[in-house]
Every structure is written in structure tokens, then in C-alpha cells.
């Protein structure tokens, strides 16, 4: 059974990394009405979450090998600086300091207190409003090269804010770039880019303290943690191409009303005691 758990859990990861609607908050829920009635895991989580951000490496490939190329260019002074990869090499660099200076800060909290559904209940609802407003207010015309240092740590604050479940690591920085002004397709591109060193770095993170300590990789063996990860990468690849063309022509309102609309229903299920927290 828990390797169908697996399957089932690679899906929902594939299908929600990338979606503004958190993944791990649908993992800690989902979990939650499986056969083991568990939750999967900070550990699980970090892990199959490689799978995902593999299909953001595959997508974005061209983007990435250049970002990297002309970072490496610079230096050795072949190329100038203020390049716009090289500057986008440095700002994702920068973006990245705040979720790994914190995870590291708060790694017991985020496996426990973090984890609570009461918690992910009202992550899902506060940072529903907060997207619906940045999407109903931002300016929504500064492109991806007009990205400043001050907001690509900005941006960065807002993905660390991911460790909370409920909140999303796509919500948070998209959130955080239609605040700043910045198109929907912009900060969507930036949010995926900025997410790739913090997954990759937290997921084999967790994989190594698993595979030394496995007390710590929580109820799924290595095996079914392996195949939900590789379920991920095949759907999630799926889903980044759905969502880079379809925030092209809607809004991220859709996601605003399912986050709000999951939040209450686990308030209810809370409540009642039809699940525990």
C-alpha cells in the first residue's frame, strides 16, 4: 500500500509545486487521508521536490545554461558585468541567501511546529488575499531585465517564506513580483529561476540526512520516496508548461479562490475533528 501512497503523492506534488497553491501543504493534507493516515514528511517533501525542479532545469534549460555560461564569462572578465545573464546569475544568488540562511535557522521548526494544519489553513487563506491584491493592483509592466538587487532579495524573502506550509514557494515570490510591479509572465520566469539552487540544495539536503539517519526521512522508504519523486518530474514538467502559457492570458484569480476555498474546508475538517492538525 504505501507504494501506491507513493504514486499518489508524486502526483499531487507534480501537479502543485508549480501552481501558486502549495505543494506541501497539499502533501501534509493529502497525507492525511491515506490508508497510513500520516504525514509525509519534511523530508519526503524537500526530496520529491528534486523531481519537480529537474522539469523547471529540462524547461528552462536555455535560459539557465546561458545564465551560467556568462556567469562564468565574467569571471574571467571576458564578458562585462552589467551583462543582463550575468547580472540575473548574481541577483538569483543573492535571492537565494534568505531561504537558505533560515531553513538551516529554523530546520526544527519547519519539521514540527511549521507542520501543523492549523497553520497551513491559514498560510492557504493570508497569502490567498495577498496574491489576489498584488494581482489586482500591481502595475504589472516591468519585464524580467529590469529586476533590481533590492528586488531580487526581495524575492528572496518571499520564497523563503515557503517553509511554511500553505503559503507556496511559486505564491510567495509571484506575490511578491506583481508587487513590485513586474508582468505576470516576469515574475513567474524569475520565481521558477530562483527556485532552483534552494530545491536542488534543500532536497539532497535531506536525502543525504536521510540515507545517514533514515529515523529522519519519515513513514516512506527510500523506494517509494525515489518513485514519487520521479512521478513529480513527469507531471511537473506537464504543469510548467500549462501554467508559463496560461498566466499569458488569465489571471492568478482562479488560484486565489481554490487557496481560499481549501483553507475554510480544512478549517471545517479541523474543526469537526475529521482530521487531526
Same mark, same amino acid.
Given at each position: 500500500?504505501? +507504494? *501506491?501512497?507513493?504514486?499518489?503523492?508524486?502526483?499531487?506534488?507534480?501537479?502543485?509545486? %508549480?501552481?501558486?497553491?502549495?505543494?506541501?501543504?497539499?502533501?501534509?493534507?493529502v497525507?492525511?487521508?491515506?490508508?497510513?493516515?500520516?504525514?509525509?514528511?519534511?523530508?519526503?517533501?524537500?526530496?520529491?521536490?528534486?523531481?519537480?525542479e529537474?522539469?523547471?532545469?529540462?524547461y528552462?534549460?536555455?535560459?539557465?545554461?546561458?545564465?551560467?555560461?556568462?556567469?562564468?564569462?565574467?569571471?574571467s572578465?571576458? @564578458?562585462?558585468?552589467?551583462d543582463?545573464?550575468v547580472?540575473?546569475?548574481?541577483?538569483?544568488?543573492?535571492?537565494?541567501l534568505?531561504?537558505?540562511?533560515?531553513? #538551516?535557522?529554523?530546520?526544527?521548526?519547519?519539521?514540527?511546529?511549521?507542520?501543523s494544519?492549523?497553520v497551513?489553513?491559514t498560510?492557504?487563506?493570508?497569502?490567498a488575499? $495577498?496574491?489576489?491584491?498584488?494581482?489586482?493592483?500591481?502595475?504589472?509592466?516591468?519585464?524580467?531585465?529590469q529586476?533590481t538587487?533590492?528586488?531580487?532579495?526581495?524575492?528572496?524573502?518571499?520564497?523563503a517564506?515557503?517553509?511554511?506550509?500553505?503559503?507556496?514557494?511559486?505564491?510567495?515570490?509571484?506575490?511578491?513580483?506583481?508587487?513590485?510591479?513586474?508582468?505576470?509572465?516576469?515574475?513567474?520566469?524569475?520565481?521558477?529561476?530562483?527556485? /532552483?539552487?534552494? /530545491?536542488?540544495?534543500?532536497?539532497?539536503?535531506?536525502?543525504?540526512?536521510?540515507?545517514?539517519?533514515?529515523?529522519?526521512?519519515?513513514p516512506y522508504?527510500?523506494?517509494?520516496?525515489? #518513485?514519487?519523486?520521479?512521478?513529480?518530474f513527469?507531471v511537473?514538467?506537464? @504543469?510548467?508548461? +500549462?501554467?508559463?502559457? %496560461?498566466?499569458?492570458?488569465?489571471?492568478?484569480?482562479? %488560484?486565489? +479562490?481554490?487557496?481560499?476555498?481549501?483553507g475554510?474546508?480544512?478549517? @471545517?475538517?479541523?474543526?469537526?475533528? $475529521? *482530521?487531526s492538525?
Open positions: 500500500m504505501s +507504494w *501506491i501512497e507513493a504514486v499518489i503523492l508524486g502526483l499531487v506534488q507534480g501537479l502543485t509545486e %508549480f501552481l501558486p497553491i502549495s505543494s506541501s501543504a497539499h502533501l501534509r493534507i497525507g492525511e487521508f491515506l490508508p497510513s493516515a500520516a504525514d509525509p514528511g519534511a523530508a519526503f517533501t524537500a526530496i520529491t521536490q528534486i523531481g519537480t529537474l522539469a523547471v532545469l529540462i528552462f534549460w536555455k535560459d539557465i545554461t546561458r545564465i551560467i555560461a556568462q556567469w562564468c564569462r565574467a569571471l572578465g571576458k @564578458v562585462p558585468h552589467s543582463p545573464d547580472r540575473m546569475g548574481w541577483l538569483i544568488i543573492l535571492g537565494s534568505p531561504i537558505a540562511i533560515l531553513g #538551516l535557522l529554523l530546520e526544527d521548526w519547519i519539521d514540527t511546529e511549521f507542520r494544519l492549523w497551513t489553513a498560510m492557504l487563506i493570508v497569502f488575499i $495577498l496574491l489576489a491584491l498584488a494581482d489586482r493592483f500591481g502595475r504589472q509592466r516591468k519585464p524580467l531585465e529586476l538587487v533590492r528586488d531580487g532579495i526581495l524575492y528572496g524573502f518571499a520564497q517564506l515557503a517553509l511554511i506550509p500553505g503559503v507556496s514557494r511559486s505564491g510567495g515570490t509571484i506575490t511578491m513580483g506583481l508587487a513590485l510591479g513586474y508582468a505576470r509572465e516576469a515574475a513567474a520566469r524569475y520565481a521558477f529561476l530562483l527556485a /532552483v539552487p534552494a /530545491v536542488f540544495a534543500s532536497g539532497f539536503y535531506k536525502l543525504f540526512k536521510s540515507v545517514g539517519d533514515p529515523t529522519t526521512a519519515g522508504g527510500m523506494g517509494e520516496t525515489l #518513485l514519487a519523486t520521479l512521478i513529480a513527469a511537473g514538467y506537464a @504543469v510548467t508548461a +500549462w501554467l508559463m502559457r %496560461f498566466i499569458t492570458q488569465n489571471s492568478f484569480m482562479p %488560484f486565489v +479562490w481554490y487557496r481560499i476555498a481549501l475554510l474546508g480544512l478549517y @471545517v475538517m479541523l474543526g469537526t475533528g $475529521l *482530521i492538525a
